[in-house]
Every structure is written in C-alpha cells, then in structure tokens.
Antibody, heavy 122, light 106 residues
C-alpha cells in the first residue's frame, strides 16, 4: 500500500525558514517523480515543485522560484522541501504527491499525503 | 503558462441528478488532463486521468471526456458521497490546476 507522510510544518515568523519532509513507502521510490502542491486556507490547489526519480531534474512554480528547494534522498525514501524567506502568503497546507511515472513524460499525481500546515505570522 | 478555468464555480444538485462540470485550457493540451475530488480537510483524490481514463477503484458513475482545450467531468447519478470540490489539472506542460467547482446539496 502506498503511503506518504508529511512532517515539518508549523508556525514560523515572516522571513523564516522551514524544511518539510515526506516519508514514502509501498512503492519503488526512486522510479517515480514526486511533487509538492499547496493549498492556502479556503483556496484552491497550487502546484509548487516537482523532482525526477533520480533527483537530477527539478522545476518550480514562478511564485516560489528562488525561495523553495525540492530534493530527495532515495536511500531514505524521503522527499524534502526547503522553504526560505517565508511570507504571509505562503501560509498553506503543503501536500506531497507521487507522480504516475518519472519526470519528462506526461504524468499526473496518483497518491497524496495528508498534508502539513505551514503558518507564517507577520 | 497554461491557464485553466472551470464552470460553474458552484453547482447545487440533488442525489440522483446527472451533473456536468466543464474545464477549459488556455491552449491545446491534447488529452493530458486529470480530475480530482477533494473533501474538506482531506487530500485530493485522483478520479480521471488522460481526460477519460477512470482511475482504479473510482465508481463508474464518474466519466470524463474532451481533448484539445475543452473537457468535461460527468457524474451520472449523484450519490451522497459525491458532494465535494472538483479540480481539473493539466499536465501537458508542467502542472496547472483549475480553480475548482464546489458541488453542493440542493
């Protein structure tokens, strides 16, 4: 059974940093791209970042480019998102999700974690 | 960047109704479109991929159609469990979600 478990969220001051983690199990982690999607309170879904199975290819939404860094440790089956220079508008639930294949092919997201809440206070 | 729109933004319907949600892309995306269902406080759940393929375990009352720039999600006979918010997503060029359609009980 595929399981994704996010952690690392919390309350942080504007300008601060956080590292989110997503522990994966139930599938061959290194064979699949992974992604982060966020959802501000009462709002819709926003794709944030994606990384290839090997970790060698990454991409970011324009809204987070330069502040967020996605990475993965395939030996630990864990996905990460380093978030720097946090702003009030970054307040959201952050979900990790597994892609249906590796990056570079047209893939959507078939399994999602339960999400971790990041709250940025000013 | 590819922009996605959905209509309506809110839909009121009754159990047993047939409902259709429309999603439009700002440029042609072939059939690289997915539909997700999300309930309050829960993660999204994949319903349909490649515009019309039903994800494993999803009830057959859900169906998708379309290609190019216009797509639809149809629920043939609404069940109480179907009242939720529905998002379309293009994955032709990276990823973009639509703004969502909230399906409410009439």
């Amino acid at each position: 059974e595929v399981q994704l478990l996010e952690s690392g969220g919390g309350l942080v001051q504007s300008g601060g940093s956080l590292r989110l983690s997503c522990a994966a199990s139930g599938f061959r982690f290194s064979s699949y791209a992974m992604t982060w999607v966020r959802q501000a309170p009462g709002r819709g879904l926003e794709w944030v970042s994606a990384i290839s199975g090997s970790g060698g290819s990454t991409n970011y939404a324009d809204s987070v480019k330069g502040r967020f860094t996605i990475s993965r440790d395939n030996s630990k089956n864990t996905l990460y998102l380093q978030i720097n220079s946090l702003r009030a508008e970054d307040t959201a639930v952050f979900y990790c999700a597994k892609a249906t294949g590796d990056l570079g092919a047209e893939q959507t997201f078939d399994y999602w974690g339960q999400g971790t809440l990041v709250t940025v206070s000013s | 960047d590819i922009q996605m729109t959905q209509s309506p933004s809110t839909l009121s319907a009754s159990v047993g109704d047939r409902v259709t949600i429309t999603c439009r892309a700002s440029q042609r995306i072939s059939t690289w479109l997915a539909w997700f269902q999300q309930k309050p406080g829960k993660a999204p759940n994949l319903l349909i991929y490649k515009a019309s393929s039903l994800e494993s375990g999803v009830p057959s009352r859900f169906s998708g159609s379309g290609s190019g720039t216009e797509f639809t999600l149809t629920i043939s006979s609404l069940q109480p469990d179907d009242f939720a918010t529905y998002y379309c997503q293009q994955y032709y060029s990276w990823f973009t979600f639509g703004p969502g359609t909230k399906l409410e009980i009439k």
